[in-house]
């Protein structure tokens, strides 16, 4: 299986991109030549090296605070891969409790925590997401809890599914039959084999979580001003963009790039769980 995915060009990239931003994410202090915050107006609107104009010492240009926008995209990618990573950790860790409680119990655990997963469905995830952190303020954490919360119904559903099929399994049943404790059976027999799809989910998970809190930068109403993030860059710049388009081109790549990355990636390991459909 790992012969073929290798062979499959597209996504040996995908996965090198992606691994390439989790080390700038890493390493941003070593990599951005300046602070990210630090203004100079006397270099304001810089375009990038290769044009005319541009200085070498600021290779990407800089914005209209003659802040440089390779230290704020360096900077930014740390953000954005966190709130991604950590917003797919939370909803997948609330998503998987609760599609093994409504599956393996069933019951009114199943019709209450799926009536809830409905209700919560009829409201799209963002505008949730948006209305949560416009009423409660902007903050790192916040938006992370607010992702996480509003995502956790995909998981459970799937969850959920898987459960259905394994509880009738002769392994369960006869667990069950030796008198071991339900909350056991589901942590050490259940859990382990919903782990692929819940990697799998978790993956597409970190893009939408990533595009998600670029959103409500933009917005400006998620994480605070003065943390760098591509969302908040790519509102600085929008105002420029006839005049000085590197301040938002750059960060729009960026997050494109990145979350092409992760999805390609989710759809990798996807393939890797079920490799019938990686066969067709």
């Not at 597209?10 to 990599?31: E, Y």
């Not at 917003?87 to 609330?94: D, E, H, Q, S, Y």
Request: no cysteine; charged share 15%.
């Amino acid at each position: 299986m790992t012969k073929s995915v290798l062979r499959n060009k597209l996504a040996v990239v995908a996965i090198a991109v992606l691994a390439l931003m989790v080390l700038v994410a890493v390493f941003a202090p070593l990599l951005a030549p300046y602070n990210p915050n630090a203004q100079d107006l006397l270099t304001r609107l810089r375009p990038p090296a290769w044009e005319s104009g541009g200085d070498s010492g600021h290779l990407l240009g800089t914005d209209q605070l003659g802040r440089d926008t390779l230290s704020r995209l360096i900077y930014g990618s740390r953000i954005s891969l966190l709130v991604g990573a950590s917003a797919a950790v939370l909803a997948g860790v609330v998503g998987a409790v609760i599609g093994l409680v409504a599956g393996f119990l069933g019951g009114w655990y199943d019709r209450i925590l799926m009536r809830l997963a409905d209700i919560q469905l009829a409201f799209p995830s963002f505008l949730l997401a948006l209305a949560i952190v416009g009423f409660l303020g902007s903050g790192l954490w916040l938006v992370i809890l607010v992702l996480g919360f509003t995502g956790w119904v995909s998981y459970a559903r799937v969850v959920r599914s898987e459960v259905l099929s394994l509880r009738t399994r002769e392994f369960v049943t006869e667990a069950r039959a030796i008198g071991v404790r339900d909350m056991t059976i589901m942590r050490r027999h259940l859990l382990p084999n919903v782990m692929a799809p819940l990697a799998t989910i978790g993956t597409l998970h970190v893009a939408a979580a990533i595009v998600a809190e670029a959103s409500l930068s933009y917005l400006g109403i998620g994480v605070p001003k003065q943390t760098v993030t591509w969302g908040a860059m790519l509102s600085d710049g929008q105002l420029y963009l006839g005049t000085s388009w590197w301040i938002a081109v750059f960060p729009g790549l960026a997050l494109t790039i990145t979350a092409l990355a992760v999805n390609i990636t989710g759809d990798v390991l996807r393939d890797v769980a079920d490799p019938k459909a990686y066969r067709s």
